[in-house]
């Protein structure tokens, strides 16, 4: 028998948002994550051959949702957290916290994190060791606290940090950059982070992206990660929303 090996395709839309194309190797089938606008995703999909048989929204926020119904016109189901079910227009199907689902013939594991927004999931590939975090996470950052409180937020960067150190992280915004300049702000001991930006810097200046990051590489370098505790982590998310 023919391993199954789940594809992932990053696509980028809008000025610095991602969404990721997801299907099985042997299969023509195509899932979307977060499509935020219609007609590029139409173009991609017809270039690669592939059709649309799935759109999960990791939150209700319009650079995570902004294509789906049309992508869907009306025939392919759009899912999202059970919270969000209501707020999603043309949402088939609300998700539930661990619950257990085939996404494009593999095994997708649902993780409530709320703190972004309140109905904010991570979906996560075991076999394929990657983790979609929407809003939650990003490579040097996390997402603003618009309906969460700093302790759900960390509660929620808790249960990610609990997978496996080599899980992939695919992340909603190119922002690594800029992120990158905070954590120096910071002036932290972390001799690694200057060797880790310029190969940021390398990626992005060939047209690349800096998605997927790795969990273990953010446990060392991400400041909203590596606080030692609440308050300093507060501190560090309000210095972030000013710089
Ligand atoms: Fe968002």
Redesign the pocket.
């Known amino acids: 028998v023919a391993s199954k090996t789940l594809r992932i395709q990053i696509l980028p839309l809008l000025s610095d948002n991602f969404s990721y194309v997801l299907h099985d190797s042997h299969s023509t089938l195509a899932t979307i994550i977060d499509p935020s606008e219609s007609s590029p995703v139409r173009k991609f999909l017809a270039k690669e051959a592939l059709n649309l048989e799935l759109i999960i929204c990791t ?1 209700h ?1 319009l ?2 949702v902004g294509g789906a119904q049309e992508l869907a016109d009306q025939k392919v189901p759009i899912w999202a957290s059970d919270y969000d079910r209501s707020r999603i227009a043309g949402c088939t199907r609300g998700l539930s916290d661990s619950e257990e689902v085939l996404v494009a013939g593999h095994k997708m594991r649902v993780i409530f994190v709320p703190g ?2 309140l109905g ?1 999931i991570a979906l996560y590939f075991e076999e394929a060791s990657a983790l979609f975090v ?2 939650t996470l990003f490579s040097l950052g996390c ?1 603003r606290l ?1 309906e969460g409180t700093a302790d759900q937020m960390i509660a929620s960067l808790n249960k990610l940090m609990a997978l496996p150190d080599e899980t992939k992280i695919y992340f ?1 915004h190119e922002y690594t950059l800029r992120n990158g300049e905070f954590v120096e702000s910071l002036n932290l001991n972390l001799p690694e982070l200057k060797t880790y930006l310029q190969h940021v810097r390398d990626l992005r200046s060939k047209g690349n992206f800096s998605t997927p990051s790795l969990l273990d590489l953010e446990k060392r370098l991400n400041p909203f990660l590596n606080a030692h505790s609440v308050e300093e982590w507060t501190r560090r998310r309000a210095l972030r929303n000013h710089f």
Do not use: A, E, L, W
């Open positions: 939150h926020h650079d995570h972004h927004t904010q929407g809003d997402g618009f909603g």
